[in-house]
């Protein structure tokens, strides 16, 4: 029986020549010495530190933004009870809206709304803590999107497709402007919708290194250290893998998988030297973890995740995406929205007012929103259907007009009506904000050019400042 491994013991002398070996594969291998110096480049390039092919990329123009934080808000959040203020819902409450059939009833928000700051900007009551960084959101009434489904709508928000499997929106930021940090993901979504899979945070033609990494807020990463190897003994093992993939490379062509493979062991590798770091938030200072809500009933997991947003984004990661689901009322919405509303409040301003006190706001874009959003009327008492047809967004930060309104609705918060904004504009609006021209950030796939925008979307110059 062989003896076990040991990484630690020295080489035994071996033969020049492995046994077995035959006159006719010596000859193709030795090929007058040119095989075993082609040989010798490959091996030193295999077991050297692999180059970061995230490096930093420039911009197509000057941005504005270097990064963003995307507040994901699973579920549909409901515009009506949130940013968008319809004092005609509760002057109709329990009218039936006419043509709508099965009886269903508009429903009055019960959250009563106020302006907010020096801008005035409409906000429910739900937001308090919210409502003190009024002046620095920009918040779009007027958004639309295609399909009133879940799963369609939230992999178009994610990848501006609903019916083909295309690049994030965070892998194409990565793809366009490459990481800032070679020892950190370019791309981290935590705690992401596991309903509808990796497609909402996945790559799909794009290089593979470019998919998001996926972590939970948990504030641990409990296999980011080798049980039993230290670090140069990790580098011996992680050469000799990489040795193997690249000779496999080499030897049957170009294998976008392999070289995904590669770049991720080298990535994993260079993780351990900063992200248990990120993620310990005990370094924070108590009054740090109080203001983002950590440790208190209902604003903990939220929390954790705006606060390690903050830390990522001062680590140079390039986008972050973060993920609150449970906004899906067709009934409970009073006690539903508030139960949301209040895990996202508290730990949001913080994020906010964490990112201008640093100064990373004026160029961290931050981006709150859902698939889409609901209906003024339900068939049932106390909540709201789907409605593609008109919701809100909101953007702070990263050169978007702050304490300013775009667009709007009906009367009764149906439909955008007023500068509508789909969600390819977003999509063309957030990259214009990174030096990214949308119709320039292409890849060339399947005998056409690609985009996140496909072949639409336009940049709404008017809310950028």
């Not at 709508?153 to 490459?178: C, D, E, K, N």
């Not at 961290?364 to 959003?373: A, C, N, P, Y």
Request: glycine residues 10%; proline residues 7%; hydrophobic residues 35%.
């Amino acid at each position: 029986m062989a003896p076990p491994f040991n990484p630690t013991s020295s080489q035994t002398s071996r033969p020049l020549v492995p046994p077995g070996t035959t006159r006719r594969t010596l000859l193709q291998s030795v090929a007058a010495g040119f095989g075993w110096l082609a040989f010798a480049g490959l091996n030193a390039l295999a077991t050297s530190p692999q180059p970061n092919s995230q490096g930093p990329k420039p911009p197509h123009f000057t941005p504005k933004a270097r990064r963003v934080i995307f507040l994901c808000m699973q579920g549909g959040p409901s515009h009506l009870d949130t940013f968008d203020f319809k004092p005609r819902l509760t002057r109709d409450h329990g009218l039936v809206l006419k043509g709508r059939g099965g009886g269903a009833k508009i429903q009055g928000s019960p959250f009563p709304f106020k302006q907010q700051g020096q801008s005035g900007l409409w906000m429910s009551n739900l937001f308090p803590c919210l409502a003190q960084r009024a002046d620095d959101l920009c918040v779009i009434r007027s958004m639309h999107t295609d399909i009133p489904n879940h799963p369609q709508a939230l992999i178009q928000l994610h990848t501006g497709s609903a019916r083909f499997v295309r690049p994030s929106m965070g892998a194409w930021v990565l793809y366009g402007l490459g990481s800032e940090n070679s020892n950190l993901p370019g791309f981290i979504t935590l705690n992401p919708p596991a309903q509808f899979g990796a497609q909402n945070y996945g790559s799909a033609f794009l290089p593979a290194s470019h998919q998001g990494t996926r972590l939970n807020a948990s504030g641990s990463l409990s296999n980011s250290q080798h049980p039993f190897l230290n670090r140069p003994q990790q580098r011996r093992q992680l050469d000799l893998i990489q040795a193997m993939n690249l000779d496999f490379s080499h030897a049957t062509g170009a294998h976008p998988e392999v070289e995904g493979a590669i770049q991720s062991f080298e990535l994993a590798f260079r993780m351990q030297s900063e992200m248990p770091q990120i993620m310990d938030l005990k370094t924070e200072s108590p009054q740090t973890l109080e203001r983002y809500g950590i440790g208190t009933t209902g604003t903990d997991g939220f929390g954790r995740q705006c606060l390690l947003a903050r830390r990522m984004a001062e680590a140079g990661v390039r986008f972050i995406e973060l993920n609150q689901g449970g906004w899906d009322q067709h009934q409970n919405l009073t006690a539903d929205m508030q139960r949301n509303a209040h895990a996202i409040d508290r730990p949001i301003a913080a994020l906010l007012s964490d990112l201008k006190e640093r100064g990373l706001l004026q160029d961290t874009l931050v981006i709150w929103g859902g698939e889409f959003g609901r209906t003024p009327d339900s068939r049932r008492d106390d909540g709201r259907d789907h409605n593609a047809k008109g919701f809100t967004f909101w953007l702070a930060g990263g050169g978007a007009r702050p304490g300013f309104q775009y667009g709007a609705t009906d009367e009764l918060g149906a439909e955008a009506v007023e500068n509508r904004v789909h969600i390819h504009d977003l999509h063309a609006t957030a990259l214009h904000l990174l030096g990214l021209d949308h119709e320039r950030l292409t890849f060339r796939y399947g005998g056409r050019n690609h985009r996140l925008t496909d072949v639409k979307g336009q940049v709404v110059q008017s809310i950028v400042a």
